[in-house]
C-alpha cells in the first residue's frame, strides 16, 4: 500500500481490487473523496450523509463505505501548496473508486483544469452523464419527462487534450509559420493556435463502452453525435470509426438506422439501432424529439455541450450527475461550478453529488443502496421541500437548506 503524506488511509476498510476486467468489491471497501472547492465542502457534508443512511438501511450494517480524504484545488494549495498532490491521484488509482466535489477552473490563465487533469493522468476516458427528469422540478420545456439519455462524451482527446498556445508565444509564432509554409494554411499573424487530436483507438473504445451499456440496459438506440461535415478528418473519424467498430464488434446485436430503413432481414426488431447526428441538429432534436434518443456517445467538445444543454431541460445541473469511467478506474463527480459566492452558506442543491454517488454506489454493485437514494430525492422533491434552486422553479415549494435538502432525501427512503 501507498505511503500517504497528507491523507490518511482508513484502518478499518480494504482496497477494491480489479482483476480478470471486474472489481472486486470488499464489505468496507476504501473510498478517496474530494470535498471540492467553494460550495464544495457544503454539498459535501449533506451527501456523505445520505450516502451512509443508504447504505446501513440497504444491508442492515453488513457493508460501510471507508471514507479517505484526498486533496486536491484550494484546500489542498492552501495547506500543502500543490494544487493537486501526486498522492492523491495515486490514492485514486489505487482504491479505484473516488468522488469528488467540484474544483476550481481558472478562466483564461492561471492553473490547468484540474478536472481535465485527472481525467488524462488516470485515463478516464468516459465521462458518463444520465440525464432524467424527476416529477415535480420545474423545467423550461413542456415535457421534460421525455428526456431520459446517457451521454458517453469522450474525455481525453478533441481540443480538450490542452495542447495549445498562446497568440504571439513563440511556440504559436512558429507553428504558424510552419503551416503556412509547408501546408499553405490561412492562419493569421498573431493567433492563438490548439490541436484536436483524434485517434481511433480513442474513439473506439468510448463508442463499445456506449455500445455495451445500451445492449445490457436493453436501450433503443446508440446515436454517435458529431460534426464531421465540416471537420471531416477528426469527427468525421469519430464517426466512421463508430460505425466500424460497431460492425466488427457487435453485429448480432446492432443495426445501422440506414439498413433499418430498408428493411428485409437485417431490420431485425430486436436489435440496438445506431444512428448518427450533426452536432447542432442533435441540439434541435433533444428539444424537439428527445425520447427517440437513449445513448450518445460523442468527442468531447460536443459532449459537454450536450450534457449541460440536456440538463438544463429537466431542472438543471443541481440535480445531473457525472462519472468519469476507464478500465477499473473511475470518479463521480459534480457537474457544476463551485459557486463561490454561495460558500458556507448551507444553500446549493447537493443533488449533482448525491446522484453521482447513486452512479458510484451502482458502479460497486450496491444497487440497493441507489435505488433507495434516487427514492429519497423524489419523495423530496414531492414533498416540496427543497433547495432555492428547484424551490424558484416550483409553485408551492419551501425553500430549505443544503443540509434540510440531506435530511428530507433520508426521510424519502421508504424501504
Given at each position: ?241 463508430g460505425y466500424e467498430l460497431a460492425r466488427d464488434k457487435f453485429a448480432n446485436e446492432l443495426v ?160
Amino acid at each position: 500500500m501507498t505511503k500517504y503524506k497528507f491523507a490518511k488511509v482508513p484502518p478499518r476498510g480494504e482496497a477494491i481490487e480489479f482483476t480478470n476486467g471486474a472489481l472486486k468489491v470488499p464489505d468496507r471497501p476504501i473510498v478517496p473523496f474530494v470535498e471540492g472547492d467553494g460550495t464544495g465542502p457544503d454539498i459535501w457534508r449533506a451527501s456523505v450523509r445520505v450516502f451512509d443512511a443508504a447504505v446501513e438501511r440497504a444491508y442492515s450494517g453488513q457493508r460501510a463505505v471507508a471514507w479517505m480524504e484526498v486533496f486536491a484545488g484550494e484546500k489542498s494549495f492552501q495547506q500543502y501548496q500543490d494544487w493537486l498532490p501526486q498522492e492523491t491521484v495515486d490514492a485514486m488509482q489505487e482504491f479505484r473508486v473516488s468522488i469528488k466535489g467540484p474544483l476550481t477552473t481558472p478562466v483564461g490563465g492561471g492553473i490547468r483544469s484540474l478536472n481535465v487533469t485527472l481525467r488524462q493522468v488516470l485515463d478516464l476516458y468516459a465521462c458518463i452523464r444520465p440525464v432524467r427528469y424527476f416529477e415535480g422540478v420545474g423545467a423550461p420545456v413542456k415535457e421534460p419527462e421525455k428526456v431520459n439519455i446517457v451521454i458517453f462524451r469522450e474525455n481525453t482527446e478533441d481540443v480538450y487534450a490542452g495542447i495549445e498556445w498562446k497568440a504571439g508565444s513563440p511556440e504559436a509564432e512558429k507553428l504558424g509559420a510552419y503551416l503556412r509554409k509547408e501546408f499553405k494554411s490561412q492562419i493569421r499573424e498573431k493567433s492563438a493556435l490548439g490541436v484536436k487530436p483524434m485517434s481511433e483507438f480513442g474513439s473506439k473504445r468510448l463508442v463499445e463502452m456506449a455500445i455495451r451499456y445500451a445492449i445490457e440496459k436493453c436501450k433503443e438506440s446508440v446515436t454517435l453525435v458529431h460534426k464531421g461535415n465540416i471537420m471531416k478528418f477528426t469527427e468525421g473519424a469519430f464517426r466512421d470509426w463508430g460505425y466500424e467498430l460497431a460492425r466488427d464488434k457487435f453485429a448480432n446485436e446492432l443495426v445501422s438506422e440506414a439498413d433499418l430503413s430498408k428493411g428485409g432481414t437485417g431490420a431485425r426488431a430486436d436489435a440496438v439501432i445506431v444512428k448518427d447526428r450533426i452536432a447542432d441538429s442533435m441540439f434541435q432534436q433533444l428539444l424537439l424529439r428527445p425520447d427517440e434518443y437513449s445513448v450518445i456517445a460523442t468527442p468531447n467538445l460536443n459532449g459537454d455541450y450536450v450534457s449541460d444543454a440536456a440538463a438544463a431541460q429537466v431542472g438543471g445541473l443541481g440535480i445531473a450527475p457525472g462519472g468519469n469511467v476507464g478500465d477499473g478506474v473511475a470518479v463521480f463527480e459534480a457537474t457544476h461550478g463551485t459557486a463561490p459566492k454561495y460558500a458556507n452558506l448551507d444553500k446549493i442543491n447537493p443533488g449533482s453529488v448525491i446522484l453521482s454517488g447513486v452512479m458510484m454506489l451502482e458502479y460497486l454493485g450496491w444497487n440497493d443502496a441507489g435505488k433507495l437514494i434516487v427514492r429519497g430525492l423524489e419523495n423530496a422533491i414531492k414533498s416540496r421541500r427543497v433547495t432555492y434552486d428547484l424551490a424558484r422553479q416550483m409553485s408551492g415549494a419551501t425553500e430549505v437548506s443544503t443540509s434540510a435538502f440531506g435530511d428530507e432525501i433520508i426521510k424519502g427512503m421508504i424501504a
